[in-house]
């Protein structure tokens, strides 16, 4: 006999939320704008008004309007960079007590840069390459002039021009935030002076082989230097 899987069951909170974000950040309701009374919502989209309820009210966790007494909900910010800090404190906060998943956001890092460098390879874009080997050179100029904050500030330049080579915005600012989840704690991490040496050769190696357009060196550059970052994160544990 065969079997069917299960549908699962679509809470209608849930629905209210994904119809209000969507205008929202489609632009089609402004920030400072008035969102209809809760009676009015739950008329127009047919539901309870305790799903409307419940919708608004995560709507304010995330920062996408303000619940203010006597006036009704007001529209913050429809700016798709705003929205993805907000989730970037969520994550944040949700990484302090599931410290495990920071392998994950390693990884989400290292395949958003993989795909970038396979790209780089692909148009064989010699200026990015360019702009990656003076970056290096101004990583070994801090690491020689004792310089933390410059190396480091060369450091996140450097996986961003990789990010940045592909011309997309919202891989970008998505890059960003999750870069910021562990930025910190990488540093930390890898602060000595001859783990940064050996960042910095494991990242001349990816530009040789981008230069080169080898992709399997490539890839395999890629893999060596983020199982380093991740075996700094777990010593710190």
Same mark, same amino acid.
């Given at each position: 006999?065969?079997?069917?899987?299960?549908?699962?069951?679509?809470?209608?909170?849930?629905?209210?939320?994904?119809?209000?974000?969507?205008?929202?950040?489609?632009?089609?309701?402004?920030?400072?704008?008035?969102?209809?009374?809760?009676?009015?919502?739950?008329?127009?989209?047919?539901?309870?008004?305790?799903?409307?309820?419940?919708?608004?009210?995560?709507?304010?966790?995330?920062?996408?309007?303000?619940?203010?007494?006597?006036?009704?909900?007001?529209? %913050?910010?429809? $700016?798709?960079? =705003? &929205? +993805?800090? /907000? %989730?970037?404190? $969520?994550?944040? =906060? &949700? +990484?302090? /007590?599931?410290?495990?998943?920071?392998?994950?956001? +390693?990884?989400?890092?290292?395949?958003?840069?993989?795909?970038? +460098?396979?790209?780089?390879?692909?148009?064989?874009?010699?200026?990015?390459?360019?702009?990656?080997?003076?970056?290096?050179?101004?990583?070994?100029?801090?690491?020689?002039?004792?310089?933390?904050?410059?190396?480091?500030?060369?450091?996140?330049?450097?996986?961003?021009?990789?990010?940045?080579?592909?011309?997309?915005?919202?891989?970008?600012?998505?890059?960003?935030?999750?870069?910021?989840?562990?930025?910190?704690?990488?540093?930390?991490?890898?602060?000595?002076?001859?783990?940064?040496?050996?960042?910095?050769?494991?990242?001349?190696?990816?530009?040789?082989?981008?230069?080169?357009?080898?992709?399997?060196?490539?890839?395999?550059?890629?893999?060596?230097?983020?199982?380093?970052?991740?075996?700094?994160?777990?010593?710190?544990?």
């Amino acid at each position: 006999m065969a079997e069917f899987e299960m549908i699962p069951v679509t809470r209608l909170h849930s629905v209210v939320v994904n119809a209000i974000e969507k205008q929202i950040l489609s632009g089609a309701i402004k920030p400072g704008e008035t969102l209809p009374p809760e009676k009015e919502l739950a008329t127009q989209m047919n539901v309870g008004r305790r799903a409307v309820r419940e919708a608004l009210r995560i709507l304010q966790n995330k920062g996408l309007v303000e619940i203010r007494m006597g006036v009704g909900t007001i529209v %913050l910010r429809n $700016n798709l960079d =705003s &929205y +993805l800090n /907000t %989730l970037l404190e $969520n994550m944040n =906060s &949700y +990484l302090q /007590t599931n410290k495990g998943e920071l392998e994950n956001v +390693l990884e989400f890092r290292a395949i958003i840069e993989s795909y970038a +460098l396979k790209r780089l390879i692909e148009r064989n874009d010699t200026e990015t390459v360019s702009r990656l080997r003076e970056n290096l050179e101004c990583q070994r100029s801090a690491l020689t002039s004792d310089d933390p904050d410059a190396y480091n500030d060369n450091h996140i330049v450097f996986h961003r021009q990789i990010v940045e080579s592909l011309q997309n915005p919202i891989v970008s600012m998505v890059y960003d935030q999750v870069q910021k989840l562990i930025a910190h704690r990488i540093f930390v991490a890898g602060s000595s002076k001859e783990q940064q040496m050996k960042s910095i050769a494991e990242h001349t190696e990816i530009v040789d082989a981008v230069s080169a357009r080898d992709l399997v060196g490539c890839d395999k550059a890629v893999k060596v230097h983020f199982a380093l970052a991740y075996n700094n994160l777990k010593d710190l544990e």
